[in-house]
């Protein structure tokens, strides 16, 4: 019978949480793929607008693939048992994947950050506000410099360096409960204030009240990830204790996935236009409506119901828009036909004429200007 761990035995693939770590890092990861992907759908296909937010996206998705395969790979040396029943022949392996997440993780979760400012930063070409587009490139640059020497930490953790991916290796490393505390302090510190950071600029965007309320609920779900952190940063008390670092690992993939996730949904609007409003990325009529204005002014004659079958034998026609004509003039084009024009549409005396009224309306410039940037910013 094949052994999942390398070097182990049937009872040790029974007390191992492999089936656990194999379920998060399935699952998560492909439901991230379907919203990463509805998200590409939405921005190119719909608004035919991809911007450096989505690229940095996708990078991210690439590194929440990549970090759950190595969370697999180092299921197969180990990692899902208890310190002490390890194979003692595995430990290199195990410890030269594990090495190897390190800045992919970091990387994974820098990029779903920095992707959230530029799209704030999108948002605010509809309403520029120069102070405030300040205070996000502080916010991202401290993210990118927190984050890369959290990075440079993890790889040069220890001295030599290759000690981290050979721990037999002679020499020294630094107190992983520091590394980790410190490490996740710079992530839920970036946490909390970049997913707080739009809400004063939400507050002031010209929608209805009711878009804008879900739209900053939509928002703080993104504290979820800091949860997430949160919950990471509790398993390094239990790595103190056991040294196993499972559920440290594991609730790095929650984490990562559940962050790009989050990050993806406020794109999806133009994808349920009736929960969103119809809010499009289009000032001017779609082409269903343009059809349907088009046909009205190409009618030339009235909507005529034949007595005794109501069948119209015209297409409609003696349309009315209201667009400031007098109305008694209209009445009288409409019904008040001259019998030259009887005889052309062949209506006769005991037909019943139908009027249609199309009230059209022209939103305001301004506001649908700024509804169409908001709908492609996001």
Known sequence: MTLWIHNGSQQ???ISDYRTILGVCIALPILMVVIVGMRAYTRIKLLHSIGLDDWI???????????????????????GLPLSLRPKDNINQYSVINFAGRPIYMFGILGFKVALCWAYLRILKASPNPRYKILIYVVMAGAIIGHVAGTFVLIFQCSPPR???????????????????????????????IFFLPIPLLVKLNINNKKKIALICVFLLGLLTTVCSILRMIQ??????????????????????????LTCIPTLGPLFPSLTGGTTNNTTPSAHNAYQLSALRAHKGPTVIQSGNAKPSRPLAGTTLANGSNSSSSQEEILGLKASEAALYGIRDDDILKTTEVRVSIDDPERAASRAQTARAW
């Open 57 to 79: 996206i996708f990078f991210s998705t690439l590194c929440a693939i990549i970090y759950a395969g190595l969370c697999i790979g180092q299921s197969t040396w180990g990692l």
């Open 12 to 14: 040790l693939d029974e």
């Open 236 to 261: 390094i008390i239990s790595i103190a204790k056991t040294g196993n670092s499972t559920m440290l690992v594991l609730w790095g993939v929650i984490e990562l996935n559940v962050g790009i996730i």
């Open 163 to 193: 000690k981290s991916w050979q721990p037999l290796t002679s020499g020294h490393c630094l107190s992983n409960d520091a590394t980790f505390y410190g490490l996740a302090t710079i992530t839920i510190f970036f946490d909390i204030v």
